[in-house]
């Protein structure tokens, strides 16, 4: 018989406080002697043990064999392994089991149970090890609801966390990570925890032992720290990053943000983390920020340059003269058609290099789009001018105002041979850079100078050009600052002397230097006001003075190739 608790109880009031014996408790309450005496002989709750297992009359039998199938299984596909329902299906079908599902259910968990797994305190030291890995979200970018990947690093020591969000989780968002984690650290640590990402990891070996990507290790001996991975779905064992995933997920992306650029959401994330920084440890009694202020002393310094975090590959020029990254095109120069080149993707940007130099440079597009350079096929309109139309790299050209004006401009003097003298200007490109190109064209158009010797003459003075130096007063010391900023003026007295002596000089010169090279306005097609000279052919023109409104005098010796040209004899009337 086993006594409630409440009996127990009383049995003891009754006996040692009361004083009552056990053989009147036997005879008032019915208690058998040997229940009184345990009661009083032991207060706590009395147990149930199982002296012996139950019998299964059921389950015995077929124990031995569901083991054997249990046991071949682990030879086999995971997929076509035996489930507990199907055990039970062949146990009915096979060996008229007349049991229930759930007994069978029972006997295969006991079979499997595997002990429990024991864990362990860890006590990181400072600079020790950071901890990094993956999150996804959604925000909306712009309007859009896009998903975003967040890059993820937490100290294991100091619990400081740094968070970048990116658009993909590729290689190249991985380098780029690590390369501002390091800046965001100010040193490297001794050690980096991660997952088994494929960024890092080609192929997980049995114990500890990996395949690392070439990138990864060319990141490791950049920055010579240590990597730790762990083991397979055991992300347990970087728990402090998995927290701040979940943090990030769950406190800085909630509710969703909504953000015009992937920048101003990084900006989001970082006033985050850095309001985190005054946490408090409850270990330590300190917040995370002091604690890394700690640990920053400890890492190693920064190498004198920042790791490049990109990928390279080796690819060849297509007769197109573009080259492939991740189903998208990119042009370089014609001249490089068919020619080896290395392809260098960064995160905003597509460098192109052959023999060391870099020759195209793009803005990353997506993936399936072109991004074709108008200055790369320049050269080509040399021997088919047509593509000026139809080409894709000018048809999709976003000329210039100025560069649609100079077209118009010379196809309208000049018709039919206007488009082939647009095409000259153009191949200028040839012989200077293309920026130079558009901008002499830019100042041609500013002083309607609509001609190819106009151009090569702006493009000499944006060669020849050369930067202001600062005045060397190092002989003329009285010309130097001064510390209470004032100085005397007897310095000036000799800069009068010669000025005086200068307009002197001025006018013992003879002003007649002759009468200027003129030139008429060609026709405009923005200035219809002007006649041409064959139009009237009677009408007198008095003094035979032309007007030259808004002609700099830079162009005068370039204007002397344009279109009717005056005779010697005209004169030029600037107003």
């Not at 864990?119 to 909306?140: K, L, T, Y």
């Not at 001996?221 to 402090?240: I, M, P, Q, T, W």
């Amino acid at each position: 018989m086993v006594l409630k608790m409440e009996e127990k109880e009383l049995i003891r009031k009754l006996v040692i406080v009361q004083g009552m014996s056990q053989r009147e408790v036997n005879r008032r309450f019915g208690w058998s002697r040997d229940s009184i005496a345990d009661a009083i002989r032991n207060p706590e709750p009395n147990s149930y043990t199982l002296k012996a297992p139950r019998p299964r009359p059921l389950t015995d039998p077929i124990l031995p064999l569901v083991k054997q199938w249990l046991e071949e299984d682990k030879a086999k596909p995971r997929k076509q392994r035996h489930t507990k329902t199907r055990i039970f299906e062949r146990l009915r079908d096979e060996y008229d089991f007349k049991g229930s599902r759930r007994a069978i259910s029972d006997l295969v968990t006991s079979l499997i149970e595997k002990p429990a797994e024991v864990f362990c305190p860890i006590d990181h030291p400072p600079a020790s090890e950071v901890q990094i890995d993956w999150g996804q979200a959604i925000v909306m970018l712009s309007g859009v609801q896009t998903k975003v990947m967040i890059f993820c690093a937490r100290s294991a020591f100091s619990k400081a966390t740094f968070v970048k969000a990116y658009l993909r989780d590729d290689m190249i968002s991985f380098l780029d990570g690590h390369v501002w984690l390091m800046e965001q650290l100010g040193g490297v640590p001794i050690k980096l925890a991660y997952d088994n990402l494929k960024t890092a990891v080609t192929y997980v070996h049995t114990g500890r032992k990996r395949d690392l990507t070439s990138r990864f290790l060319a990141l490791r001996s950049h920055y010579l720290f240590e990597s730790r991975f762990c083991n397979v779905a055991s992300g347990n064992e970087k728990g402090h990053v998995e927290n701040s995933v979940k943090r990030s997920e769950r406190t800085y992306l909630t509710p969703v943000p909504q953000v015009s650029s992937l920048e101003a959401l990084n900006e989001h994330l970082a006033a985050w983390t850095k309001r985190d920084l005054g946490r408090i440890d409850k270990d330590m009694q300190r917040s995370y920020g002091e604690l890394f202020e700690e640990e920053r002393k400890l890492f190693r310094p920064l190498p004198e340059s920042p790791f490049l975090a990109c990928t390279s590959d080796t690819l060849r020029v297509d007769k197109r003269s573009t080259v492939p990254h991740q189903q998208s095109r990119y042009s370089v120069p014609t001249r490089y058609a068919c020619k080896h080149v290395v392809l260098r993707a960064f995160l905003d940007r597509i460098e192109v290099h052959c023999e060391d130099q870099i020759i195209a440079t793009h803005a990353r597009v997506e993936e399936g789009d072109w991004s074709l350079q108008l200055s790369h096929y320049i050269e080509l309109l040399e021997t088919k001018p047509g593509l000026l139309d139809s080409g894709k790299p000018f048809v999709k050209q976003a000329w210039t105002q100025s560069q649609q004006l100079f077209r118009n401009e010379l196809e309208y003097r000049y018709h039919g041979e206007g488009t082939r003298m647009f095409i000259d200007i153009l191949l200028l490109a040839k012989r200077y850079q293309w920026k130079d190109v558009c901008r002499a064209i830019d100042a041609c158009c500013k002083n309607h100078a609509f001609n190819e010797a106009a151009v090569l003459l702006e493009l000499e003075n944006i060669g020849t050009s050369q930067p202001n130096k600062v005045l060397d007063l190092s002989a003329h010391p009285s010309l130097q600052q001064t510390e209470t900023g004032t100085r005397s003026l007897e310095c000036y007295d000799s800069l009068i002397g010669s000025s005086l002596d200068g307009e002197a000089q001025q006018d013992s010169i003879d002003s007649s230097l002759g009468e200027p090279v003129s030139f008429s306005i060609a026709r405009s097609a923005n200035h219809d006001c002007f006649q041409e000279d064959q139009d009237q052919p009677n009408q007198a023109q008095p003094d035979e003075v032309v007007s030259g409104t808004g002609i700099s005098p830079t162009f005068s010796k370039a204007a002397d190739n344009a279109h009717r040209v005056p005779t010697v004899g005209q004169k030029m009337l600037f107003v």
